[in-house]
Antibody, heavy 119, light 107 residues
Framework: QVNLLQSGAALVKPGASVKLSCKAS????????IHWVKQSHGKSLEWIGY????????NYNEKFKSKATLTVDKSTNTAYMELSRLTSEDSATYYC????????????WGQGVMVTVSS | DIQMTQSPSLLSASVGDRVTINCKAS??????LNWYQQKLGEAPKLLIY???NLQTGIPSRFSGSGSGTDYTLTISSLQPEDFGTYFC?????????FGSGTKLEIK
């Protein structure tokens, strides 16, 4: 069965960076794009960007271009998102999810990881 | 960016009711509209993709319709397990965008 397993919750200091992981199983990793979505507490969802695991090509929401960096490790079927120069505005739950392509709905989601930015 | 406006933002209904949730896009999204259900502490779950296609495993009481800028999610007979927040999502144009959500409460 398809599973996207995300790393655990993170408490990070303002100005620091954090790298979140998303390990895929139950399907061919390179057949689907990995997208990342942000959900601030009690609010709606924002699409951050995607990575094509086969080529490593990425595309970002302009809002997150200087905030997020997406990478993959095909040898371990794992996608990563690094968030840099963290502020309180980055405190949120982050989800990885998969889509058949760049323009796609998302059928399976990771369980989400909560990032808290606090000194 | 395409703005997705959902209505209502809060909906209270009884078991057995027919429920509709609306989503209006700020421009034509060519039926690339999807619906998700989210329960507290969980990831969103795909219900409907590309306007009217039922995701595998989703009960047939859920259905979707629409075109152009206006889309609707319908629950034909509300069940107790249908509480949660519903989001629409468009994948027609960059950046991909979600609606602000409709919280469905069971009376």
């Amino acid at each position: 069965q398809v599973n996207l397993l995300q790393s655990g919750a993170a408490l990070v200091k303002p100005g620091a960076s954090v790298k979140l992981s998303c390990k895929a199983s139950g399907y061919t990793f390179t057949d689907y794009y990995i997208h990342w979505v942000k959900q601030s507490h009690g609010k709606s969802l924002e699409w951050i960007g995607y990575i094509n695991p086969n080529s490593g090509y990425t595309n970002y929401n302009e809002k997150f271009k200087s905030k997020a960096t997406l990478t993959v490790d095909k040898s371990t079927n794992t996608a990563y998102m690094e968030l840099s120069r963290l502020t309180s505005e980055d405190s949120a739950t982050y989800y990885c999810t998969r889509g058949l392509g760049a323009w796609s709905f998302f059928d399976y989601w990771g369980q989400g990881v909560m990032v808290t930015v606090s000194s | 960016d395409i703005q997705m406006t959902q209505s209502p933002s809060l909906l209270s209904a009884s078991v057995g009711d027919r429920v509709t949730i609306n989503c209006k896009a700020s421009q034509n999204i060519n039926k690339y509209l999807n619906w998700y259900q989210q329960k507290l502490g969980e990831a969103p779950k795909l219900l409907i993709y590309n306007t009217n296609n039922l995701q595998t495993g989703i009960p047939s009481r859920f259905s979707g319709s629409g075109s152009g800028t206006d889309y609707t999610l319908t629950i034909s007979s509300l069940q107790p397990e249908d509480f949660g927040t519903y989001f629409c999502f468009q994948h027609n144009s960059w950046p991909l965008t979600f609606g602000s959500g409709t919280k469905l409460e069971i009376k």
